[in-house]
């Protein structure tokens, strides 16, 4: 038996992420989830949003504590998870009608965010929606002394990881024919960002 991972900023911000979720992803009917760590997202968006098959992923190495979380909450929604990483693959061979993730971008060095958004290209459908929820910088400049404070544990953590500047995210959308819709504030000074492909 596997101890399930429990983290306690998914409980905090799973209400209001699910409220942007509820609009953003109204035309969905399947979604994928980029990096989906414990798995409480997962199972508790499902849950919220049945008519969403819920498709997780993650990198080796976290998928049996999110099997764990999958198990357990057994929703007829949410089929086994991918093993994805980003940087490496392999990107699954179907089309989603929406890809979320959280709390990813800041964790990855820039050339996986790269690799992020160039996978999601063969992935997301023709009128597809994109929602990327964490904290962003505007030009460069911190939009918060605890993002500051936060940016900086990040990198003595990890050199290459950092919060990233909602420019530069949004240039690599661009480049896939994706259009940002809504940047909607969040608690703690994060946002969830909506793409839509025209």
């Given at each position: 038996m596997?101890d399930?991972?429990?983290?306690?900023?998914?409980?905090?911000?799973?209400?209001?992420?699910?409220t942007?979720?509820?609009?953003?992803?109204a035309?969905?009917?399947?979604?994928?989830?980029?990096?989906?760590?414990t798995?409480?997202?997962?199972?508790?968006?499902a849950?919220?949003l049945?008519q969403?098959?819920w498709q997780?992923?993650?990198?080796?190495?976290?998928?049996p504590?999110?099997?764990a979380?999958?198990d357990?909450?057994?929703l007829?929604?949410?089929?086994?998870?991918?093993?994805?990483?980003v940087?490496?693959?392999?990107?699954?061979?179907?089309?989603?009608d929406?890809?979320?993730s959280?709390?990813?971008?800041?964790?990855?060095?820039?050339?996986?965010?790269?690799?992020?958004?160039?996978?999601?290209?063969?992935?997301l459908?023709?009128?597809?929606?994109l929602a990327?929820?964490g904290?962003?910088?505007?030009?460069?400049?911190?939009?918060s002394d605890?993002?500051?404070q936060?940016?900086?544990w990040?990198?003595?953590r990890?050199?290459?990881?950092?919060?990233?500047?909602?420019?530069?995210?949004?240039?690599?959308?661009?480049g896939?024919?994706?259009?940002l819709?809504h940047?909607?504030a969040?608690?703690a000074n994060?946002?969830?960002?909506?793409?839509r492909r025209?």
């Amino acid at each position: 038996m596997i101890d399930k991972p429990f983290a306690p900023a998914c409980e905090r911000n799973r209400d209001p992420i699910l409220t942007v979720l509820r609009e953003a992803f109204a035309q969905a009917r399947s979604v994928l989830e980029i990096g989906s760590g414990t798995g409480q997202h997962a199972v508790y968006f499902a849950g919220a949003l049945p008519q969403l098959r819920w498709q997780t992923s993650e990198r080796a190495e976290h998928l049996p504590g999110l099997r764990a979380w999958l198990d357990e909450a057994d929703l007829p929604n949410t089929p086994a998870p991918l093993e994805l990483d980003v940087a490496q693959g392999p990107w699954p061979a179907t089309r989603f009608d929406a890809v979320f993730s959280a709390n990813t971008l800041h964790i990855m060095g820039w050339p996986q965010v790269q690799a992020f958004f160039a996978g999601l290209d063969a992935v997301l459908a023709a009128d597809g929606t994109l929602a990327v929820y964490g904290p962003f910088n505007d030009g460069g400049t911190y939009t918060s002394d605890s993002n500051a404070q936060f940016d900086q544990w990040l990198k003595a953590r990890d050199p290459v990881s950092g919060i990233r500047d909602v420019e530069a995210v949004d240039a690599l959308a661009h480049g896939i024919g994706l259009r940002l819709e809504h940047d909607h504030a969040m608690p703690a000074n994060n946002r969830l960002l909506v793409w839509r492909r025209d």
